[in-house]
């Protein structure tokens, strides 16, 4: 077997070539590291987005909801408030409200029981009442009394 004897000179030279490779080699990202890179960044940043739009429209359908409701606790407490004159049948209108355009129907009902009331009132968008009732915001019910005296 032969061995070979390298001087400290011929040693440093191949180290010193290995050690420039290496630097040469780290002195930047190759393309395709690049292109990664930039492919991750663009599904980060869509699905950020696409998650951000999502909550907006849900922040603004449950602001939406809110608004209904509260038009629809109104509705039924004018009722409440004019129980002496209730009369039963379809009553809707148009208001606005919150920078927006609502229509409230309220429908009034006899019950089984005699001078107690069901009053249904129901919430849309728009100015007036549309024709499929599915498009409504809010649905409530509360049922009345009429006053004995």
């Given at each position: 077997m032969v061995l070979h004897q390298y001087s400290h000179h011929e040693l440093c030279g191949v180290a010193a070539g290995r050690s420039q490779w290496l630097k040469q080699r780290s002195a930047g990202f190759t393309l395709i590291e690049v292109m990664i890179a930039l492919l991750i960044f663009a599904v980060a940043a869509s699905t950020l987005l696409l998650s951000d739009g999502h909550v907006v429209r849900r922040t603004a359908q449950v602001q939406d909801r809110m608004v209904a409701n509260?038009?629809?606790?109104?509705?039924?407490?004018?009722?409440?408030?004019?129980?002496?004159?209730?009369?039963?049948?379809?009553?809707?209108?148009?208001?606005?409200?919150?920078?927006?355009?609502?229509?409230?129907?309220?429908?009034?009902?006899?019950?089984?029981?005699?001078?107690?009331?069901?009053?249904?009132?129901?919430?849309?968008?728009?100015?007036e009442l549309p024709e499929n009732k599915k498009e409504a915001i809010w649905d409530l019910t509360g049922f009345l009394r009429k006053p004995l005296f």
């Open positions: 509260w038009l629809a606790d109104q509705a039924i407490n004018h009722f409440y408030q004019d129980a002496h004159n209730v009369q039963v049948g379809s009553f809707g209108g148009y208001q606005m409200f919150s920078e927006q355009d609502w229509y409230v129907q309220s429908d009034v009902k006899e019950t089984d029981k005699a001078g107690f009331y069901r009053v249904d009132v129901t919430v849309f968008h728009g100015k």
